[in-house]
């Protein structure tokens, strides 16, 4: 099939490059003339494993083209996927001026009948909006459907999950429509709905809320098993045997980020204000995941005191492992406030320094971990890369000013924390203090 995927971010360039390897002739387009460039380079505009490889073979192969040329593509395709950036608006809804700019474009260029796919995160009802924006702009008689088929890859494992995911959703006004969107997904032989647009739209919502209602559940629990002094890991252990709860998406920590829940959610609580619902409950999940990152400092102080002139060590700052995306990081949280109560701070990411130096120049970046360890007062784990699980500690230890670590994902064993002689203060879990056995 021809097709053309408009917007070239995580959704739009995986997706794309996955139907090119299908053996689909895909443009990937653009209006951003510099990503588009490095894209013909064969450089990607973002850090994803095993994408270049796959843009490479299917560019090689003749199957995947980029462009700017967004008009052209929407002539040669019969199917067009809107993958463009939905960030959120002031008033908490998505912004769908990226859609409606890119639904006049196909408008205008609407030479034969078309299905055109919302592949972005959308509100409900934006299927109605981009067939209205396109039955207003165009100017002939030719036909066309308005799908809307969410996507639900993770960055980091955006590959694999396109290749294998849990579901495919396909929102369509009618069975015909549902089944040219489902031929392209057959190869992949994995679970399909067929379902109304509105719900189509919906169940990428409810998803992305009730995963997010997950983790803030379990980083609630965790906070009243440090009062009473229980294990989180133990507790989401215990719960996720049982399979209607799952054992996935309960990791406590310092609070989901990204650029998706965050966003996704807010504008979930705004659509249900808008149709009458208080969704207090999601409310509260935004709530608590608002005060992880808090509460985390809090505790830093209360173990440190003054954090003025307190070197301190920061081990990860992407909003999750995999990945050079900053966008809704917990480091940007963090890092502000260890500022302005006066401590140094240096830090190490395996590839996210550079995005994070454009917002805090000013902070000392680091070549490995041991550097950011170094003299440092205490260490704080933010993000869990692998590479952190498998660091020589007794180096560490040797090479911090004190042996203290603030662990945000816990990622460390407490009991070889202990028999390194660390302090050690999880999430949810009881600390380890060895400092005080030693002064005893
Ligand atoms: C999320 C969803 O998982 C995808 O299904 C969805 O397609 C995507 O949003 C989207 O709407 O585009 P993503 O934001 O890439 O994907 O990352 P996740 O792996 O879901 O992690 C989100 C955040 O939750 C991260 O900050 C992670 O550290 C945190 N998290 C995750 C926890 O704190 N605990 C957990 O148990 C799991």
Redesign the pocket.
């Known amino acids: 099939m021809n097709l053309c995927v408009i917007g070239t971010g995580y959704?739009g360039l995986v997706t794309g490059t996955v139907f090119a390897d299908l053996g689909n002739k895909v443009i990937c387009c653009d209006k951003d003339e510099s990503k588009i460039r490095m894209l013909q380079e064969g450089k990607m505009p973002i850090y994803e494993p095993g994408l270049e490889e796959m843009v490479e073979k299917n560019v090689l192969d003749g199957r995947l083209v980029f462009s700017t040329d967004i008009a052209n593509a929407v002539r040669e395709s019969e199917t067009i996927f809107i993958a463009v950036g939905t960030p959120p608006g002031s008033d908490g809804f998505a912004d769908l001026s990226a859609v409606e700019s890119v639904a006049k474009i196909i408008a205008q260029n609407l030479n034969d009948y078309k299905v055109i796919v919302n592949k972005s995160?959308v509100p409900v009802g934006t299927g109605d909006f981009v067939r209205e924006v396109v039955e207003k702009n165009k100017s002939n008689g030719v036909s066309f459907d308005v799908v809307s088929n969410p996507?639900?890859?993770?960055?980091?494992s955006a590959i694999n999950d396109t290749l294998y995911p849990d579901r495919i959703v396909i929102g369509a006004p009618s069975n015909n429509v549902a089944m040219r969107i489902l031929e392209l997904y057959a190869p992949l032989e994995r679970p399909m709905i067929i379902t109304d647009v509105y719900s189509a739209e919906m169940i990428k919502y409810a998803?992305?809320a009730f995963?997010s209602t997950?983790?803030s559940f379990i980083n609630a629990i965790a906070c009243i098993c440090e009062a009473v002094g229980a294990d989180v890991i133990q507790v989401a252990k215990g719960m996720g045997y049982d399979k209607r709860i799952g054992a996935?998406?309960?990791?406590a920590?310092l609070?989901?980020?990204?650029?998706?829940?965050g966003k996704?959610n807010s504008c979930l609580v705004q659509t249900a204000k808008k149709y009458g619902y208080n969704f207090e409950l999601l409310q509260s999940v935004i709530d608590i995941n608002n005060e992880q990152p808090k509460r985390f400092v809090d505790k830093i102080r209360n173990v440190l005191g003054s954090l003025k002139d307190k070197k301190i060590g920061i081990l990860g700052l992407a909003?999750?492992p995999n990945t050079d995306d900053l966008r809704d990081a917990k480091s940007l949280e963090i890092i502000p406030q260890l500022l302005a109560d006066g401590a140094e701070v240096s830090a190490y990411d395996p590839i996210a320094m550079d995005n994070t130096h454009k917002v805090f120049p000013n902070i000392k970046y680091c070549n490995n971990a041991y550097d950011a360890a170094k003299d440092v007062d205490a260490l704080l784990l933010v993000t869990e890369w692998n590479e952190f699980k498998f660091l020589d500690l007794a180096r560490v230890k040797e090479i911090m000013r004190k042996p203290i670590i603030f662990d945000g994902r816990n990622l460390y064993d407490p009991s070889s924390m202990r028999k390194l002689g660390f302090d050690y203060y999880p999430i949810g879990r009881p600390p380890v203090i060895c400092s005080n056995k030693e002064t005893e």
């Open positions: 959704v995160t996507e639900f890859l993770r960055e980091g998803s992305n995963l997950k983790i996935d998406f309960l990791q920590g609070g989901y980020g990204g650029s998706c829940f996704d909003f999750k």
